[in-house]
C-alpha cells in the first residue's frame, strides 16, 4: 500500500511563490519516479512535471517550464514542487503520483495518486 499526501497548498498573489510537498510512504517511495500533476475547476487534468527515481531528470510541461522546479528528499521520503512567478492560470488542486511505466505526461502512467491541493492565485 501507497499513501501520498500533498500539503503547503493555498492563496497567493500573481507573481508570487508557493512550494507544495508530497509525502509517501510504503512502497519504497525513493525508487519510483514521480510526477506532479493539476486539474482546474472545469477542465481536465494536465501534466505540470516528473522527476526521476534518483533526482537525476527532470521534464516539464511548457506552461510551467522555468517557473516551477520538482526536487526529492530521500532522507524525508518527499517530493516537493516549487512554484515562482505564479500566475492566475495556475489556479488548480495538484496532485502527486507514482510513476509505473508508460508516456510520464499521461496519467494512466501512474497507479498512486495524492488527495491533491488547492493553489489559488489571485490577479
Known amino acids: 500500500q501507497v499513501l501520498l499526501v500533498e500539503s503547503g497548498g493555498g492563496l497567493v498573489q500573481a507573481g508570487g511563490s508557493l512550494r507544495l510537498s508530497c509525502a509517501g510512504s510504503?512502497?519504497?517511495?525513493?525508487?519510483?519516479?514521480m510526477g506532479w500533476f493539476r486539474q482546474a475547476p472545469g477542465k481536465e487534468r494536465e501534466f505540470v512535471g516528473y522527476i526521476t527515481w534518483n533526482g537525476g531528470n527532470a521534464y516539464y510541461a511548457d506552461s510551467v517550464k522555468g517557473r516551477f522546479t520538482i526536487s526529492r528528499d530521500y532522507a524525508k521520503n518527499t517530493m516537493y514542487l516549487q512554484m515562482n512567478s505564479l500566475k492566475p492560470e495556475d489556479t488548480a488542486v495538484y496532485y502527486c503520483a507514482q510513476y509505473i511505466g508508460g508516456s510520464y505526461s499521461r496519467g494512466n502512467a501512474y497507479d498512486y495518486w495524492g488527495q491533491g491541493t488547492q493553489v489559488t492565485v489571485s490577479s
Open positions: 510504503g512502497r519504497t517511495f525513493s525508487g519510483y519516479d
